[in-house]
């Protein structure tokens, strides 16, 4: 149970990566020239900020996991 915790936690600061590493990044590779700040933010907010955080989700709770075996 304390692995799924802390597991949870480590999804917030891996969905504030996701997110604002898509708006820093995706104005550069899209090649939207008309909106693509708001196609960075949507992106950033409903896409790869949720991706993000569940590989932070994942890695976490197998982080937590090994280290509970030891």
Do not use: Q
Not at 4 to 14: R, V
Not at 35 to 49: K, N, P
Request: aromatic content about 18%.
């Amino acid at each position: 149970m304390k692995s799924l915790l802390l597991a949870a936690l480590w999804m917030i600061p891996f969905y504030f990566l996701g997110l604002f590493g898509c708006l820093w990044l995706l104005p550069y590779l899209s090649p939207n020239s008309h909106d693509a700040s708001i196609e960075a933010a949507m992106t950033g907010a409903f896409f790869v900020g949720p991706l993000a955080a569940l590989a932070g989700f994942t890695g976490g709770f197998f982080f937590h996991r090994s280290r509970k075996s030891r």
